[in-house]
């Protein structure tokens, strides 16, 4: 079945460099999101994004945080500067229509900001 | 604060046995509740989701009950089997495009054999 893929599977920095995470959609996918999960624990929403724009964003999306999708490619999220506390396995998503449609989850970006 | 709660934290039952999970939510707002299952390692895969205007869904061993003036919702995982064994998060987010998926604490299920 369909896919979301994410790279790289891990991500090892140090604080207070630039790091971007890669996710490669499903191709006919239309709104796309990050989660953070820290320890196998909850899955925290970061932000949603469709048509080139971020919809919504939590407090957990700093402004050290940003998401784009240039001309279809990969979507990504990037922080700059990393902190300690960024140290967590990053989700990617996407679906096709919003609401009633769940998400298709990647397999996670595990970053170790060391 | 926390929009959607789970219970129990964690859970162990016999196979064979049905597990029952527990999950309630704050924001009338929220019209739409997908079950995920996430493993080790893995990330969350759905299992299966609930309208609303629906207050059951059952898909295989698998059956949402909902009361929507409660707030409440449970998943039922019947006849139990060791390969169940994983965390299950319960979710929520109102039918409108792209809108958040607000996922709760999670629960944590083992099966015994």
């Known amino acids: 079945g369909p896919k979301v893929l994410q790279i790289p599977s891990h991500q090892i920095i140090d604080m207070g460099q630039m790091v971007t995470l890669n996710c490669d959609p499903v191709s006919n996918h239309l709104y796309f999101y990050w989660y953070k999960q820290i320890l196998g624990q909850q899955m925290e929403f970061l932000v949603n994004f469709y048509n080139g724009k971020v919809m919504e964003k939590s407090k957990l999306f700093k402004d050290q945080f940003s998401v784009e999708r240039p001309d279809g490619s990969y979507f990504t999220l990037k922080i700059q500067p990393t902190a300690l506390e960024d140290s967590a396995v990053y989700f990617c998503?996407?679906?096709?229509?919003?609401?009633?449609?769940?998400?298709?989850f990647g397999e996670g970006t595990r970053l170790s900001v060391l | 604060q926390q929009q959607v709660r789970q219970s129990p934290q964690s859970l162990t039952v016999w196979e064979g046995e049905t597990a029952i999970l527990n999950c309630s939510y704050e924001?009338?707002?929220?019209?739409?509740f997908p079950w995920y299952q996430q493993f080790p390692g893995e990330g969350p895969a759905l299992l299966i989701s609930?309208?609303?205007?629906?207050d059951k869904k059952e898909d295989g061993r698998f059956t949402i009950f909902f009361n929507k003036r409660e707030k409440k919702l449970s998943l039922h995982i019947a006849d139990s089997q060791p390969g169940d064994s994983a965390t299950y998060f319960c979710?929520?987010?109102?039918?409108?495009?792209?809108?958040?998926?607000?996922f709760g604490t999670g629960t944590t299920v083992s099966v015994s054999p």
């Open positions: 979710a929520a987010s109102a039918l409108q495009g792209g809108r958040a998926l607000i």
């Open positions: 924001n009338s707002a929220f019209d739409y």
């Open positions: 998503a996407s679906s096709f229509a919003g609401g009633n449609q769940a998400p298709l």
């Open positions: 609930i309208l609303s205007v629906s």
